[in-house]
């Protein structure tokens, strides 16, 4: 079952640049997107979402794009911080449950 | 701010016993879920839970396992006879009737 893919296991970024996630997902039914962080011994914490109906959702540093034809979404953070070295997990929204991605882990470099 | 918490943060059980995995959701909260994640592996739902009844399961959710929410604040998963392959963190989650879920900091699962 690979209904939402994060083909990256792990990103490296240097402090101060933009830190790039992506997410691919397979069923065009899906209509609403979420981003998750994640902290060892930690649950998951939510960090953004966007619905089908935009293609761009902005929170601070944190921005989500989404290309429907594409059926990818992606999360940028700007600029990066050491504080957001953590697993960051896509998730799309089904009937009633979230069906996450693998993760992918971001660290941060001084 | 209010949080899902969860008890005990770590449960070490021998094979074949019954386990209970407790969670206390957001107050004000209508759907309760549970998840998985296994080792290495990604976050997995078990079941989700509204209104006093199962609203949809996974296949992973068996007969060992049930939930039971048995009063106004608590929210129970239940593997009746564990297996080696049940160790995982296991996940509660609650939400209202907006779609983002917010998550406990887990229980850790070892069945030896």
């Known amino acids: 079952d690979q209904q939402v893919k994060q083909n990256s296991p792990s990103l490296s970024v240097q402090e101060g640049r933009i830190s790039i996630l992506n997410c691919d997902y397979t069923?065009?039914?899906?209509?609403?997107f979420l981003w998750y962080k994640k902290y060892p011994a930690e649950g998951p914490t939510f960090l953004i979402s966007?619905?089908?109906?935009?293609d761009k959702n902005e929170d601070g540093r944190f921005t989500v794009f989404l290309n429907k034809s594409a059926k990818h979404l992606s999360l940028h953070i700007v600029p990066s911080q050491p504080g957001d070295s953590a697993v960051y997990f896509c998730?799309?929204?089904?009937?009633?449950?979230?069906?996450f991605g693998q993760g992918t882990r971001l660290t941060i470099n001084p | 701010e209010p949080e899902v918490t969860q008890t005990p943060s770590h449960q070490v059980t021998q094979m074949g016993q019954e386990v209970i995995l407790r969670c206390v959701p957001i107050?004000?909260?209508?759907?309760f879920y549970w998840y998985r994640q296994i080792l290495g592996q990604k976050v997995e739902f078990l079941v989700s839970?509204?209104?006093?009844?199962?609203?949809?399961k996974s296949e992973i959710f068996d007969d060992q396992f049930s939930v039971e929410r048995p009063d106004g604040s608590n929210f129970t998963l239940k593997i009746r006879s564990t297996k080696l392959e049940d160790s995982a963190m296991y996940f509660c989650?609650?939400?209202?009737?907006?779609?983002?879920?917010?998550f406990g900091p887990g229980t850790r699962l070892t069945v030896l």
């Open positions: 989650a609650s939400r209202t009737i907006a779609a983002q879920q917010f």
């Open positions: 069923n065009s039914m899906f209509d609403y």
């Open positions: 966007i619905s089908s109906i935009k």
């Open positions: 998730a799309v929204q089904g009937a009633q449950k979230l069906v």
């Open positions: 107050s004000n909260h209508l759907y």
């Open positions: 839970f509204y209104n006093n009844e199962i609203s949809e």
